[in-house]
T-cell receptor, first 113, second 110 residues
Framework: NAGVTQTPKFRVLKTGQSMTLLCAQD?????MYWYRQDPGMGLRLIHY???????AKGEVPDGYNVSRLKKQNFLLGLESAAPSQTSVYFC????????????FGSGTRLTVV | SQQGEEDPQALSIQEGENATMNCSYK?????LQWYRQNSGRGLVHLIL?????REKHSGRLRVTLDTSKKSSSLLITASRAADTASYFC??????????FGAGTTVTVRA
């Protein structure tokens, strides 16, 4: 089925470790996004991309880096994980923002201890 | 900062009743969208309403938009147990990204 796939689904990191979250979409969407969801705070935008090779900062970019080397993939990196980065991370993509909504992945639950 | 704010934060209704939730936002928008999130899952797009539209329907969903009041409402008619979820409004200000509210948690009792 077409959609957005996130890997891994769960991860536990120790403070200071690094990791990369992978998001892949097979809908040929131009726009891709990384959000984090914390209890009572809704979704906050970390970084986004408006096309292959582009990235931009969102609302809460500190401590994260991203890359969009291929149109279908959007990677989110944590260079030195902190307990404050414990969250559920969602990737989303969109083809036409004016007429259609976003397609979300199922999320990555990250715990930093 | 979050653009949209949903009200109420939580809602509990009996199966068969209607559920109404509201969203207020701060700045002018290109469109407003509603999403549903079941527990432990990703968000699912429900409906999009453009800034020049006032009302839109999709199955048992009815969305209204009042740009003069900067507010929107989502009505779910004849609710079912499967409608138990969190509902989020999201605003598109034509700046390539959506801003989400904190959501309304709806519980439908059998």
């Amino acid at each position: 089925n077409a959609g957005v796939t996130q890997t891994p689904k769960f991860r536990v990191l120790k403070t200071g470790q690094s990791m990369t979250l992978l998001c892949a979409q097979d809908m040929n969407h131009e726009y891709m996004y990384w959000y984090r969801q914390d209890p009572g705070m809704g979704l906050r935008l970390i970084h986004y991309s408006v096309g292959e090779g582009t990235t931009a900062k969102g609302e809460v970019p500190d401590g994260y880096n991203v890359s969009r080397l291929k149109k279908q993939n959007f990677l989110l990196g944590l260079e030195s994980a902190a307990p404050s980065q414990t969250s559920v991370y969602f990737c989303a993509s969109s083809g036409d923002r004016t007429d259609y909504g976003y397609t979300f992945g199922s999320g990555t639950r990250l715990t930093v201890v | 900062s979050q653009q949209g704010e949903e009200d109420p934060q939580a809602l509990s209704i009996q199966e068969g009743e209607n559920a109404t939730m509201n969203c207020s936002y701060k700045t002018s928008i290109n469109n407003l969208q509603w999403y549903r999130q079941n527990s432990g899952r990703g968000l699912v797009h429900l409906i999009l309403i453009r800034s020049n539209e006032r009302e839109k329907h999709s199955g048992r969903l009815r969305v209204t938009l009042d740009t003069s009041k900067k507010s929107s409402s989502l009505l779910i008619t004849a609710s079912r147990a499967a409608d138990t979820a969190s509902y989020f409004c999201a605003t598109d200000r034509n700046d390539y990204k959506l801003s989400f509210g904190a959501g309304t948690t709806v519980t439908v009792r059998a």
